[in-house]
């Protein structure tokens, strides 16, 4: 019985012996895994840095290259295009205009009416309209045929409070916010398209004529008055308002800029030089590309799987249709190199675009203090069930330094514009002030984004001149500006003034 007995202890002891083992296996694994998730997070923090003298370099850049892309066609990464708007909005303008803004997944159909410096904007009505995925990558004929036909619909419901001048015809303000090569002020042709959209007969084609053809096609009475991007709506909309905005940036699904330079310092336009003596530049900002930004690369994988590959860089680390992707990618290596979500890879984190931008910022917002939104998003979108609460701390510093990189990066580039226009330095005796209009679903719904962009803004100024720039949000400013520059080149201004 002894010998039983003694035979049983051993076995037992060896059991528990080998759990054991097991369970310190399992934590050196688990600790293993930690330390190497921890190492991806450090490593994507080095390589994501902006320390203030990289986004002076940045900054410099941008601006060597603003200059060389107003010097001469194709001398740039940034297209710097001539927009003929030589004259923006003065508050002058009467009347009822349209807008229809396509920019990105959504676009909008606008009607405002316009009571002169006394009403102003005296009344407005929008409709937003969700664009399907599979007209993105289609035809010309298909796209423009589905707009104008929204249009229509929303022409007949055009109620009180909404007057047309006897025997006029409507007018339409189009902001177009793809790059495109501008003919005069009311056509131009498709250079290339960005923002997931990949129609190939639309690239070289006037969309003015593809959008006139579309609406007669619909048998509406409608003239496109003015072409023009978000930016340089967004600019005119904010100029009727406040005469000081000088440059307008959208941060939104895209990005872009838009500013007013003096004629003569554009040495590729030999057209008459305007009366006003300026014009509104299209910079095209998210092509910019520069060996000062801090790529990685998670950068380089996604731009590589694009549908742009090697175009629009700067957009595609600071711009609302990559800041969510970027963080899918670095989640998805943790998982593949470190188990960061247990032993097998959620299938979901390998969907490019699952997790959008939005939900990205709900993340980091999230102020609860068990991160319930990250855990619920986590959940919800990518499928990973019972998260702890280390896990989720991870999640949110992951989106902060992907998100923090994005709106410094955005500072330097407004930086190198004010450094063109000379608005960087304040001149003895002189009170100039400067205002930027922004607008886009990022800046304005991201809060940790734009908080970050205006400090460091401010950090890059300095304390004196950082008093005379101010960054205002133009809401809407693409929708009303495109309306506002219909007016502003109605085909019955004359009539109106004679």
Same mark, same amino acid.
């Given at each position: 019985?002894?010998?039983?007995?003694?035979?049983?202890?051993?076995?037992?002891?060896?059991?528990?012996?080998?759990?054991?083992?097991?369970?310190?296996?399992?934590?050196?694994?688990?600790?293993?895994?930690?330390?190497?998730?921890?190492?991806?997070?450090?490593?994507?923090?080095?390589?994501?840095?902006?320390?203030?003298?990289?986004?002076?370099?940045?900054?410099?850049?941008?601006?060597?290259?603003?200059?060389?892309?107003?010097?001469?066609?194709?001398?740039?990464?940034?297209?710097?295009?001539?927009?003929?708007?030589?004259?923006?909005?003065?508050?002058?303008?009467?009347?009822?205009?349209?807008?229809?803004?396509?920019?990105?997944?959504?676009?909008?159909?606008?009607?405002?009416?316009?009571?002169?410096?006394?009403?102003?904007?005296?009344?407005?009505?929008?409709?937003?309209?969700?664009?399907?995925?599979?007209?993105?990558?289609?035809?010309?004929?298909?796209?423009?045929?589905?707009?104008?036909?929204?249009?229509?619909?929303?022409?007949?419901?055009?109620?009180?409070?909404?007057?047309?001048?006897?025997?006029?015809?409507?007018?339409?303000?189009?902001?177009?916010?793809?790059?495109?090569?501008?003919?005069?002020?009311?056509?131009?042709?498709?250079?290339?398209?960005?923002?997931?959209?990949?129609?190939?007969?639309?690239?070289?084609?006037?969309?003015?004529?593809?959008?006139?053809?579309?609406?007669?096609?619909?048998?509406?009475?409608?003239?496109?008055?003015?072409?023009?991007?978000?930016?340089?709506?967004?600019?005119?909309?904010?100029?009727?308002?406040?005469?000081?905005?000088?440059?307008?940036?959208?941060?939104?699904?895209?990005?872009?800029?838009?500013?007013?330079?003096?004629?003569?310092?554009?040495?590729?336009?030999?057209?008459?030089?305007? @009366?006003?003596?300026?014009?509104?530049?299209?910079?095209?900002?998210?092509?910019?590309?520069?060996?000062?930004?801090?790529?990685?690369?998670?950068?380089?994988?996604?731009?590589?799987?694009?549908?742009?590959?090697?175009?629009?860089?700067?957009?595609?680390?600071?711009?609302?249709?990559?800041?969510?992707?970027?963080?899918?990618?670095?989640?998805?290596?943790?998982?593949?190199?470190?188990?960061?979500?247990?032993?097998?890879?959620?299938?979901?984190?390998?969907?490019?675009?699952?997790?959008?931008?939005?939900?990205?910022?709900?993340?980091?917002?999230?102020?609860?203090?068990?991160?319930?939104?990250?855990?619920?998003?986590?959940?919800?979108?990518?499928?990973?069930?019972?998260?702890?609460?280390?896990?989720?701390?991870?999640?949110?510093?992951?989106?902060?330094?992907?998100?923090?990189?994005?709106?410094?990066?955005?500072?330097?580039?407004?930086?190198?514009?004010?450094?063109?226009?000379?608005?960087?330095?304040?001149?003895?005796?002189? @009170?100039?002030?400067?205002?930027?209009?922004?607008?886009?679903?990022?800046?304005?719904?991201?809060?940790?984004?734009?908080?970050?962009?205006?400090?460091?803004? @401010?950090?890059?100024?300095?304390?004196?001149?950082?008093?005379?720039?101010?960054?205002?949000?133009?809401?809407?400013?693409?929708?009303?500006?495109?309306?506002?520059?219909?007016?502003?080149?109605?085909?019955?201004?004359?009539?109106?003034?004679?």
């Amino acid at each position: 019985m002894g010998k039983v007995a003694v035979g049983a202890a051993v076995i037992c002891a060896a059991t528990v012996c080998a759990a054991a083992a097991l369970i310190v296996r399992h934590r050196m694994r688990s600790s293993g895994c930690w330390a190497r998730a921890m190492a991806i997070l450090r490593e994507l923090e080095e390589k994501c840095g902006t320390p203030i003298g990289k986004l002076r370099q940045v900054a410099d850049a941008m601006t060597v290259e603003m200059h060389a892309g107003l010097a001469s066609e194709g001398g740039s990464k940034l297209k710097m295009l001539i927009s003929y708007v030589d004259n923006l909005p003065t508050g002058d303008e009467k009347g009822l205009y349209y807008a229809l803004d396509l920019g990105g997944t959504n676009f909008r159909v606008l009607r405002v009416q316009l009571g002169g410096k006394d009403g102003r904007v005296v009344n407005q009505e929008f409709a937003e309209v969700s664009i399907p995925p599979h007209l993105m990558v289609g035809t010309s004929h298909a796209l423009f045929d589905f707009i104008a036909a929204e249009l229509a619909k929303f022409v007949s419901t055009e109620g009180q409070g909404f007057h047309l001048s006897p025997d006029r015809q409507r007018e339409l303000g189009f902001t177009f916010s793809f790059p495109v090569r501008q003919l005069s002020i009311a056509s131009g042709t498709l250079i290339k398209w960005t923002k997931g959209f990949s129609i190939d007969d639309a690239v070289g084609e006037d969309v003015v004529a593809e959008l006139t053809k579309a609406i007669e096609r619909q048998g509406l009475d409608m003239r496109v008055a003015a072409l023009v991007n978000d930016t340089i709506g967004t600019l005119a909309g904010g100029r009727y308002f406040n005469n000081d905005v000088t440059a307008a940036v959208i941060l939104g699904t895209g990005t872009n800029a838009a500013y007013v330079e003096r004629a003569q310092a554009i040495p590729k336009w030999h057209g008459l030089l305007p @009366k006003s003596g300026e014009m509104v530049i299209n910079m095209e900002w998210g092509n910019f590309r520069s060996s000062h930004l801090p790529l990685t690369d998670y950068d380089s994988a996604l731009d590589v799987e694009s549908l742009n590959a090697g175009e629009q860089i700067f957009e595609k680390i600071i711009s609302g249709m990559y800041l969510g992707d970027i963080v899918r990618r670095v989640l998805c290596r943790m998982a593949e190199e470190a188990a960061f979500f247990g032993d097998t890879v959620p299938p979901k984190l390998k969907i490019p675009f699952i997790l959008r931008t939005p939900d990205m910022s709900a993340m980091h917002h999230d102020s609860s203090s068990d991160l319930r939104v990250v855990g619920n998003k986590l959940k919800d979108i990518l499928g990973i069930p019972n998260t702890s609460l280390q896990t989720r701390q991870v999640v949110v510093e992951l989106c902060n330094i992907v998100a923090i990189r994005g709106a410094r990066l955005s500072a330097a580039g407004i930086l190198g514009i004010l450094k063109k226009m000379g608005r960087d330095t304040v001149r003895e005796g002189e @009170k100039q002030r400067t205002v930027i209009a922004m607008d886009g679903g990022l800046f304005e719904h991201y809060t940790e984004f734009s908080k970050c962009l205006e400090s460091t803004l @401010k950090e890059l100024l300095g304390d004196e001149v950082s008093e005379s720039i101010v960054i205002e949000h133009s809401n809407d400013g693409s929708g009303i500006g495109a309306a506002l520059l219909a007016a502003s080149h109605s085909q019955y201004l004359e009539v109106e003034y004679s």
